[in-house]
């Protein structure tokens, strides 16, 4: 089946009992045996629930995967994936990925005996340089949030599959629609599926997915173990989202990509740099061209100060001001002082990340009006 297909069916039969289209809220916390010892497949909620297997065969499905997990969280996601690994082990980590996965690698993993080197993965000499007998994991996210810096996953998976290494991919900014990192071989991939794949802003959520049997026996483990997992209710909104991410991703697609290209052909004198996989003058253009099937909803934007992003910031009138990304609604987001927070000043300055760049989460409303919001703010400047 191809993806809107999947995206639609996939997990998604009619109820056995009454027939019924959409997958129920199955509400429960607990279920009864049909007699002493004789289970009907379900136990406990924690460990297993009817909406959440749907979920999990649906998100599967949509990363060409064998094995899907929903967690309640993307960070939920993360951690579960990093538990896989054991004291004293060597982690090499994109030098800029989403502030959240900084804090949780450096303030609270480290702790716990785990190493982590942060590097620019776009550049394979960094990666190799970064080796160490300890390492046992390389984590990837691609395209970078803020900066959209592209990682090689052919590239990924080839050096993992060389030193023995389990290769990671947030590809939360991609959605599954556009990018698949299972099929350039890495072994797992992880959503904040709060983003895109749910794309309507009223649901937490994260999923790990991958084909490995070991790394699914593991991660189920921890899964059932830790219990970070969403409530049916929330499983029942992101399999609803799921059915129109297709539709949804080709609009934000559409809609950043003639942004994008107004900006830097007419208002270029307005800010320091623009950042898009899908113009031209990106510096992994190509790259974006071969592993992407699209560009993202996802432009981020230098003007150059923090004074001139305060001006940005309060002149939109339809980008709303809030962190996350990926709803139907356009949103802006100043990283340094929103999701980012947490990274240290120094470590943000070595990937380019400054007090003057501002994030825009590209929304499925009309192009016109979008691009007329964004231009009346930059008059201001």
């Not at 409530?231 to 989202?241: A, T």
């Not at 590209?362 to 964004?374: A, K, M, T």
């Amino acid at each position: 089946m191809k993806f809107s297909t999947k995206a639609i069916h996939a997990g998604n039969e009619p109820e056995k009992q009454t027939g019924a289209v959409n997958v129920p809220i199955f509400a429960t916390s607990t279920y009864a045996d049909e007699a002493f010892g004789v289970s009907r497949g379900y136990d406990y909620g924690r460990t297993i629930n009817p909406t959440r297997v749907a979920l999990e065969k649906n998100l599967a499905a949509l990363e060409n995967g064998r094995y899907g997990f929903a967690f309640s969280s993307g960070m939920g996601a993360t951690h579960a994936v990093t538990t896989l690994l054991e004291k004293g082990d060597h982690v090499i980590v994109s030098q800029n990925v989403y502030g959240g996965t900084y804090r949780i690698f450096e303030r609270i993993f480290r702790k716990l005996g785990l190493d982590f080197t942060w590097v620019d993965t776009s550049k394979p000499d960094a990666i190799t340089g970064a080796l160490k007998p300890g390492t046992r994991m390389i984590f990837v996210e691609t395209p970078t949030n803020p900066m959209l810096t592209l990682t090689d996953l052919k590239m990924i998976s080839e050096f993992a599959r060389t030193n023995k290494l389990i290769s990671v991919c947030d590809n939360t900014f991609m959605s599954p629609y556009f990018q698949n990192p299972l099929d350039m071989g890495i072994d797992i991939v992880i959503h904040s599926t709060t983003k895109y794949i749910n794309g309507h802003s009223d649901a937490i959520g994260g999923c790990v997915v991958t084909s490995n049997d070991k790394i699914a026996e593991q991660i189920k483990f921890i899964q059932n173990s830790v219990g970070a997992v969403p409530s049916p209710f929330d499983c029942y909104l992101v399999l609803r989202s799921t059915k129109t991410l297709a539709l949804r991703m080709e609009k934000h697609n559409f809609n950043a990509c003639k942004i994008a290209a107004e900006l830097e052909k007419n208002y270029a004198s307005k800010f320091r740099k623009i950042m898009y996989p899908g113009l031209a003058s990106h510096p992994q253009h190509a790259l974006a061209k071969e592993q992407m099937r699209g560009f993202g909803g996802m432009i981020s934007i230098d003007l150059g100060s923090l004074e001139n992003a305060v001006k940005f910031f309060n002149g939109l009138r339809i980008f709303s001001r809030a962190e996350s990304l990926g709803g139907v609604e356009s949103l802006v987001c100043h990283p340094v002082s929103m999701t980012h927070g947490a990274v240290p000043k120094e470590e943000r300055e070595k990937f380019g990340l400054t007090d003057g760049l501002v994030r825009l989460s590209v929304g499925c409303e009309d192009y016109e009006d979008l691009i007329e919001d964004i231009t009346n703010a930059l008059k201001k400047l």
